[in-house]
C-alpha cells in the first residue's frame, strides 16, 4: 500500500497532534526527518516490540541505503545521532554485549540504591536555592531544579567535573537541536570528542570511584574497550542520562499542574508517585523519537513493508497514546492507570540501562519539591509553553513557576 509521509515539525509546535497523524498513518509511517532525510517511523506499541527485538533489525549504518549512496551529509543537524560513533548505541550482537554489560553492571537497581542519599542530598540543596528566590516571582523550574539535578548525579556517577557543566550544555544544546545551523555541526561534534577525550585522559591519569575509570581499567584488564568506544559510551551516557529525567521531572509537574484533581490526590496521598511517573512516562514520554535503525531484509509491519536497507525510527511519543495498547483513554492522563505496562524506556536488549537511576531521581525530587512547594502553580498558561527544536527530545524551552510559600505556609 502507498504510504503519505509525514514530514516532522523541526521546531515541535504540536508533538500531540504530529503523534497521533503518525497513529492514524497505520503501524509503520513513511516520515521525512528535518533536512529531508527519509525514514521509517513505527508508532504502535505491540508492533514496537515486535521491531525493537527483530535480528533483522540492526544499528549497523552500513546498512542504510541513503547512507551507502552518500545522501546523507556530514553536516545533518541529526547526524550525531545517526551515526554517533561507535558505542553499545551503535552496534550488535557480542558487541553490544560487550560495551552494554559494563554500563549494566554499573546501573543495576542495588548500585543505583546506593545512590539515594547523594540525590536526596543534591535535591535538598536545589529546593534552598529555590526558597530562597525573591517570593512571589516566576521562576524557570526547568532551568533552577529539573537541569542541576540530573546533571550533577550523571556527572557524579561518571566522574565528570562540575566546571565542564556549562560547556556541556552549550554544546548538547546543539547536538540535540534541528536548527543548528550545518555549517557549526562538524566544529560541534569535534568540540564534543574534545571535551570527552579530555575526560577520560584525565581519569586515565588519576582514576576515581566513578564508571569512566571502570571502563578505563576494563579495558586495561582484557575487556578490549578502544578508546573510541570509551569517549562515545562516555557522551552517551552523558547525554541520555540527564536529557530524559530532566524531561521527565519537566512532564510530570505539567500534568500535574494541567489535573488538578489528581494532584490533589497525589498530595493527600491516595496516589502515589510512583503512579504518577509511569503514565508520565507513558502519557508525555521524555522521548518522542529514537532515531535509528536500519532492515537488513524487507519486514511485515502490519499491512505495510519496511523495506530493506531502509532506515527506523521509534515513535515513542506515538506509541505512547496507542489505544489498542492502553484502550479507549490512552489519550488522558490518569495516574491510576493499571496495568501501565509502557516502553518509554525501550525493550528487549537495548531497554536504556540508566531507567533505575532516571526513576530513582524522579521519584526522589517530585515528592520533595512538592512537599516543599505545594503551592506551586504554572506562572504561564500551560498553552504557552513551547517545546525546544529537537524533534527526539519531548523538551519545553522552560517551565515558569510560582512556587508558593514554603510548606504552605503564610510566610
Known amino acids: 500500500r502507498l504510504m503519505t509521509r509525514i514530514a516532522l515539525d523541526p521546531f ?7 503523534s497521533a497523524a503518525l497513529r492514524a498513518a497505520g503501524p509503520l509511517a513513511e516520515v521525512e526527518l528535518p533536512g529531508g532525510v527519509h525514514v521509517y517511523a513505527v508508532t504502535r506499541h505491540a508492533e514496537a516490540r ?4 527483530d535480528s533483522r533489525v540492526v544499528k549497523d549504518i552500513d546498512v542504510w541505503n541513503a547512507w551507502r549512496r552518500g545522501e546523507i551529509p556530514m553536516d545533518w543537524p541529526l547526524i550525531g545521532l545517526a551515526n554517533p560513533g561507535r558505542s553499545m548505541l551503535t552496534v550488535d550482537g557480542a558487541d553490544h554485549r560487550r560495551l552494554r554489560t559494563l554500563v549494566a553492571q554499573a546501573l543495576t ?5 546506593r545512590l539515594r542519599a547523594g540525590i536526596e542530598a543534591l535535591t535538598n540543596a536545589s529546593l534552598e536555592k529555590l526558597a530562597a528566590l525573591p517570593a512571589g516571582e516566576p521562576v524557570d523550574l526547568k532551568a533552577e531544579f529539573a537541569y542541576p539535578l540530573p546533571m550533577n548525579v550523571i556527572s557524579e556517577l561518571m566522574g565528570v567535573d562540575a566546571a565542564d557543566h556549562p560547556r556541556l550544555k552549550e554544546l548538547f544544546e546543539k547536538f540535540f537541536s534541528t536548527q543548528t545551523p550545518p555549517e557549526e555541526v562538524p ?9 570527552f577525550t579530555k575526560i577520560v585522559d584525565a581519569k ?9 575509570s571502570a571502563l578505563i581499567a576494563a579495558s586495561e584488564n582484557g575487556d578490549h574497550l578502544t578508546d573510541e568506544e570509551i569517549v562515545n559510551t562516555l ?9 530524559t529525567t530532566i524531561s521527565l521531572i519537566v512532564n510530570v509537574v505539567e500534568a500535574l499542574q494541567t489535573h488538578p484533581e489528581q494532584r490533589k490526590k497525589v498530595l493527600n496521598g491516595e496516589i502515589g508517585w510512583d503512579g504518577v511517573i509511569e503514565e508520565t512516562l507513558r502519557w508525555n514520554t521524555p522521548t518522542s523519537h529514537v532515531l535509528i535503525r536500519f532492515a537488513t531484509e524487507d519486514i511485515e509491519v502490519g499491512d505495510k513493508i519496511l523495506p530493506k536497507g531502509e532506515g527506523l525510527i521509534i515513535s515513542f511519543g506515538a506509541l505512547g497514546r496507542d489505544e489498542e495498547q492502553y484502550g479507549p483513554t490512552a489519550g488522558e492522563f490518569d495516574a491510576t492507570r493499571t496495568p501501565n505496562r509502557h516502553i518509554a524506556f525501550g525493550h528487549g536488549p537495548h531497554v536504556c540501562p540508566g531507567a533505575a537511576l532516571s526513576r530513582l531521581e524522579a521519584g526522589i525530587a517530585l515528592p520533595a519539591l512538592y512537599e516543599r512547594f505545594p503551592e506551586l502553580d504554572l506562572a504561564v ?17 522552560e517551565l515558569p513557576v510560582k512556587l508558593g510559600c514554603p510548606f504552605g505556609g503564610d510566610a
Open 109 to 113: 537497581v542495588k548500585r543505583v540504591e
Open 204 to 212: 586515565r591519569t588519576n582514576p576515581g570511584d566513578d564508571l569512566t
Open 50 to 53: 515486535a521491531l525493537l527485538t
Open 235 to 243: 557522551q552517551l551516557i552523558i547525554a541520555a542520562g540527564h536529557e
Open 12 to 18: 515541535v509546535r504540536d508533538l500531540d497532534g504530529e
Open 187 to 195: 566544529q560541534m561534534m569535534a568540540d564534543l570528542g574534545a571535551l
Open 381 to 397: 498558561p500551560a498553552s504557552d509553553l513551547r517545546n525546544k527544536p529537537i524533534v527526539t527530545q519531548n523538551d519545553l524551552h
